[in-house]
């Protein structure tokens, strides 16, 4: 009821607080954790009461660690924190509560074929240009200035795409003044690019990443581990149009890693989130999602009892959101068509092994022409033909016979779990080994084994006498991560990187037509998959908007 001029307070009474709304998050994963920690701090309008759902017993999704052997903890296989931003870290005040961004120790050797007609491993390292070129003139001097030329490109070329894929898109049908802010801004970052610039990067984007390299590198092992950070996690094999557009996009999102890794992220994050107010609920799920008026009403939960909401985000797989969640009827019938079209078909398998020791070639040698670095990681592709071959098993779904492999030692690199713990023990070693593509389905025990055997048997030449350190093992295939985490297809990054699945096409051009209040907040929406937050920390600004 409405006081009168002769209430007790008067009428200069002050104001009851705006009422807060109230936002529900479907996913524990990273991105997740964002959107709740940057509602829960967004003070406009009153504010937001948050509730975050993850439907497993704890939080992190595809970057919780899992112990398969005493003091052992494999990462998820969301482990790259160098594309998780200083400015969103800034933004979300994770620095209160430990985050440190950490240069160093993010260089990679490369393999060259087992005869040694290619010369040395190369070593490539962001944070010493000159022991890069050095290691790459050691085989090659045209190849080192080719390769200082390949990095002034990407530099020129990363500011317009690193913004493409870190901000808002504007809707289809610009309807606003901010939809039109957001075209004309990117529009005046391309122009700032020289004329050669902006042909060079409409000619890079259909582009075999083998072309690329050819044209570009004439040392084998040096074209294909470029190319392999191109087309790992995707379908696409170096000869496929479009492998460019991913290396480019990939070289223009990276930065400095975060020191601890995806486990000091994720302590961050919730502590940030718990901090501002959230209330975040491991091991309840959500069973659906109430829609009335065109509007989202609330969040039904496995136990019977319903969440109002305001706005809904969903942090999952856009499939097990709109599709498993939403009443039928709420979904428009060619929106629904998109989203289980799109495509999610997991491509790649990931090893770790408890080892007893740290194995040669890791650790700092300058022997291995890294000038004393320490080398925690490998790739072992010797040539772009290999590449090609290992690709072209999946497109049967056969496993490969000599799997693209990139191998990890996060222990050595001081990674932690989200409770702070190391991976290893003192004085072993943890090492996550990647395969690249693996097919979805059609796992058993004998298929399961025969891949772990072909990884092991192609690191034999790069790391020698590995099987007689190893104290366990622990395998991850497609059909793994979707049965553990309610991740259709199995894909890392809730859908493939594809030019057709990027951008305002990920994972449909409509969603304009989802239910008031309904937004994405994953991987499988812009800008796409990978440990940046960035799907999470977008929804929760349009949220708020």
Not at 109 to 128: F, M, Q, T, V
Not at 366 to 378: E, I, K
């Amino acid at each position: 009821m409405r006081r009168h001029s002769n209430d007790r307070e008067g009428p200069l009474a002050r104001r009851a607080s705006p009422v807060k709304r109230r936002a529900v998050i479907i996913g524990g994963g990273p991105n997740g954790l964002t959107a709740a920690a940057a509602l829960a701090q967004d003070s406009r309008r009153g504010g937001w009461q948050v509730t975050l759902l993850e439907r497993r017993a704890t939080l992190g999704g595809l970057c919780d660690h899992t112990e398969f052997h005493p003091g052992f903890h494999a990462p998820g296989p969301l482990a790259d924190t160098s594309r998780f931003s200083p400015a969103l870290a800034a933004e979300l005040k994770l620095a209160r509560h430990g985050l440190v961004f950490r240069a160093g120790g993010c260089g990679t050797l490369l393999a060259p074929g087992d005869s040694g007609r290619d010369g040395p491993p190369i070593w490539l390292d962001p944070d010493n240009p000159a022991a890069t070129a050095s290691s790459i003139a050691a085989t090659s001097p045209a190849d080192a200035r080719a390769f200082a030329d390949f990095r002034d490109l990407i530099a020129r070329l990363s500011p317009p795409v690193a913004r493409l894929f870190t901000e808002a898109l504007p809707t289809t049908e610009p309807a606003g003044p901010g939809d039109w802010l957001t075209l004309i801004g990117h529009a005046a970052r391309l122009r700032r690019l020289s004329d050669r610039d902006i042909f060079e990067l409409l000619r890079l984007i259909p582009l075999p990443v083998a072309d690329w390299m050819d044209a570009s590198f004439e040392t084998p092992h040096l074209q294909a581990g470029l190319a392999q950070a191109a087309v790992a996690d995707t379908f696409l094999g170096p000869r496929s149009a479009g492998s460019s557009a991913t290396l480019l996009i990939r070289e223009a999102t990276s930065g400095t890693p975060v020191a601890g890794g995806a486990g000091a992220l994720l302590a961050a994050l919730c502590a940030a989130a718990r901090g501002a107010g959230a209330e975040l609920r491991p091991g309840l799920a959500a069973e659906g999602i109430e829609v009335a008026g065109g509007r989202v009403r609330a969040v039904a939960l496995a136990d019977g009892t319903t969440i109002p909401a305001d706005a809904v985000l969903l942090a999952c797989h856009p499939a097990a959101g709109l599709l498993d969640l939403l009443p039928p009827r709420q979904l428009d019938s060619n929106l629904a068509r998109a989203v289980q079209n799109h495509r999610s078909r997991g491509s790649a398998a990931t090893l770790t092994l408890a080892l007893d020791n740290l194995p040669a070639p890791f650790g700092s040698s300058s022997a291995n022409g890294t000038g004393g670095s320490p080398v925690t990681r490998l790739r072992t592709s010797p040539s772009l033909a290999h590449l090609e071959l290992a690709f072209n098993g999946i497109r049967y779904g056969e496993l490969p016979s000599h799997p693209a492999l990139e191998i990890s030692v996060p222990s050595a690199r001081g990674e932690l779990t989200g409770a702070g713990h190391p991976l290893a023990p003192e004085g072993q070693a943890l090492v996550t080994v990647h395969a690249s593509f693996v097919p979805h389905d059609g796992w058993t025990a004998e298929r399961r084994a025969a891949l772990q055997a072909s990884i092991l048997s192609e690191l034999e030449p790069s790391i020698p006498e590995l099987e007689r350190h190893i104290l366990a093992t622990h395998l991850v295939t497609p059909a793994d991560l979707e049965a553990e985490f309610n991740l259709p297809g199995g894909h890392i990054h809730h859908g493939e990187h594809a030019l057709d699945q990027l951008l305002g096409l990920r994972p449909a051009p409509d969603l304009a037509r989802l239910p008031a209040g309904l937004l994405l907040a994953s991987g499988g929406t812009h800008p796409g998959g990978g440990l940046t937050g960035a799907p999470g920390a977008l929804a929760a600004a349009a949220a708020g908007s």
